[in-house]
């Protein structure tokens, strides 16, 4: 049992330690009681195909491999753990409501990896342009990603869920200001 209590410790040591997220603590994860309709709710963000932190995941960890740039595509991996710890989140807070985490939306669509922001080229892009069109593709994900938990936020009646909402909107933003530093210094513009 220690060693379990350990390996947490240092999980949770190290997830605080990543610089690509809010200073604001992750809360604890729990709700005020089951609630199906909220867990349904949480499926959108949960594992979507367009706008969840499945599809982020898949999508910076694709980005990640495919960028060149070793200060980008690290970058893109920091931020994949972040999300994964949102996917971690949401995962259990569907299961403390009552619903099932499977990777489905709210209307039962299994997740699928098709809508990724698959851009490439077998020649070399010398000019970033493929480098600037996924950082794009990814912020564009961020801000859609922070309106739906702000819908969210209207939606659940849940001062537990509400803090932990709270807390990845807040992760986002830190994305979002990472990205455009990105796009910044290498694509010569500013979203």
Known sequence: ?????????????????????????????KV?????????LLHEPYASSITSELQAITQYIYHHETIENE????????????????????SSLINKLGGNPVFCDSMGNWFMAGKLAYFYNDALDKDNNLLCKKIESDISGEKE??????NLL???????????LEKIISDEEVHIHILNGILKDYCNTCK
């Not at 410790?9 to 809360?27: A, G, K, R, V, Y």
């Not at 005020?32 to 349904?40: D, L, Q, S, T």
């Not at 990603?145 to 702000?150: D, H, L, Q, V």
């Open 32 to 40: 005020e009681k089951p609630n199906i309709a909220y867990a349904n």
């Open 154 to 164: 209207l939606q659940i009646d849940d001062k537990y869920i509400k803090k932990v």
């Open 71 to 90: 200060r980008v595509s690290k970058t893109l991996m920091c931020i994949a753990i972040v999300e994964m710890r949102h996917l971690d989140t949401l």
């Open 145 to 150: 990603a922070i309106r739906g938990y702000k």
């Open 1 to 29: 049992m220690g060693n379990s209590k350990n390996s947490k410790l240092s999980m949770d040591n190290f997830m605080n330690s990543l610089s690509c997220q809010s200073d604001i603590p992750f809360p604890e994860i």
